[in-house]
């Protein structure tokens, strides 16, 4: 049985509407980017790289605070770790921010979707900046696995192929003490996505009438994404695994420093 811990690598903000769609492009929303670590008595396996060193504090334009080498190596030091000590890493998918400083993690296998890793080398336009080569072309001269759908990898560990916000996100499901988790990376980013509100928002109109717009849907989507059909049926796909309440989102503030045993 596995114990799932949320290790904040850095901090970085984008714009809401990136985290849901339809929102507001211009008010930054921060959040943590997250290293998981999953262990047992005698396994410790890690998911996602984090972020590279921000520039003048930021990254891609976005702000940013921590992140690094060293973000990752004091993360880790603070659960008794090394990169080197880690035999199995874990990439949800290649955008910047889950596999920067994955070469760090010399000794280890590292498990990408086959369809992530096609896609990365020849991205849909509005996620060219978003795919750095730099950062994940070098992991084929390393013990790269590039698996195709979903495979257990070791007992109690299943990759699961969630396609839609890139074209070959996976996502993780553990085994634990109180039963199945699902780290679903940035197929959710927070619970925003996986809980929307169901509060409708107000407004008037040119003659100042009441318009109320809200959406009753079961989950509200990210703002990137390469098919919003396919992230429907992924978030169904999610559900057919564990209860809501199972799925940890890749970038949800509110479960930093928490256990899931
Ligand atoms: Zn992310």
Redesign the pocket.
């Known amino acids: 049985m596995f114990r799932i811990k949320p290790l904040k690598q850095a901090e970085i903000s984008v714009p809401v509407g990136a985290v849901a769609m339809l929102n507001d492009m211009r008010i930054l929303a921060t959040g943590p980017v997250y290293v998981w670590l999953i262990e047992s008595e005698d396994r410790k396996i890690i998911v996602d790289a984090g972020v590279s060193e921000p520039k003048k504090g930021l990254i891609h334009g976005f702000p940013c605070k921590g992140g690094g080498e060293q973000g990752l190596r004091n993360v880790l030091s603070g659960v008794n770790l090394k990169p080197e000590e880690i035999d199995t890493l874990i990439i949800t998918h290649l955008?910047f921010?889950?596999v920067a400083n994955a070469t760090m993690f010399h000794n280890a296998r590292i498990f990408v979707q086959k369809k992530e890793w096609e896609s990365a080398q020849n991205p849909p336009m509005h996620y060219r900046e978003i795919y750095e080569k730099d950062l994940f072309l070098p992991l084929e001269e390393m013990d790269l696995c590039l698996v195709n759908g979903d495979i257990e990898i070791e007992e109690g560990i299943r990759l699961v192929l969630l396609p839609g916000h890139t074209k070959g996100l996976q996502g993780v499901l553990v085994k634990a003490q109180s039963g199945d988790y699902l780290l679903s990376g940035?197929h959710f980013y927070s619970y925003i996505n996986l809980h929307p509100p169901k509060v409708p928002i107000e407004f008037e109109d040119e003659h100042g009438q009441k318009v109320t717009v809200g959406s009753n849907l079961p989950f509200h989507p990210p703002g990137l994404h390469v098919d919003l059909s396919e992230w429907y049926e992924s978030c169904f796909k999610a559900l057919s695994l564990v209860k809501r309440s199972r799925i940890l989102p890749?970038?949800e503030p509110s479960i930093e420093g928490q256990e899931f045993s």
């Open positions: 955008h921010d889950h940035d890749g970038h």
